[in-house]
């Protein structure tokens, strides 16, 4: 249930992203980068319970590289966390275009979609 409420939020920025990347960049170095890091940690072990999740389904040598790749990913969320990231992440995010905005609105898309599917 709550991998379901979380994709759909995903879904909801990627569109968002889509229809105003100018004013998502302007929220995500407004907001400070500690509140996107936490949301994209929030993101990176819901997708990789999601992985996680789907190795369960398959059997062989796919279930396990998506068991291996979901606990990679679990553990680099965590890590993620760290305070020296935040600095380059906010001086990053504040000179990229607003292209990158709109492609990053197509992958959240692709993640909620993903974390949809394998939700059921």
Known sequence: MLVRIISWFW???????ILN??????YIT?????????IMMVAGIALS??????????SGV?????????????FKSLLF??????NKLSDWSSRLPNYVYWVGGVV???????????AR
């Open 11 to 17: 879904i909801a920025i990627g569109i968002v992203s």
């Open 21 to 26: 990347p100018r004013w998502f960049k302007s």
């Open 30 to 38: 407004n907001t400070g980068i500690k509140q996107a890091r936490k």
């Open 49 to 58: 319970g999601s992985l996680v999740a789907v190795s369960r389904k398959i």
């Open 62 to 74: 796919a279930g396990t590289a998506f068991f291996w790749l979901g606990v990679a990913g679990m």
């Open 81 to 86: 966390l760290s305070g020296a990231i935040e």
């Open 108 to 118: 959240y898309i692709a993640l909620g979609v993903f974390m949809r599917w394998s």
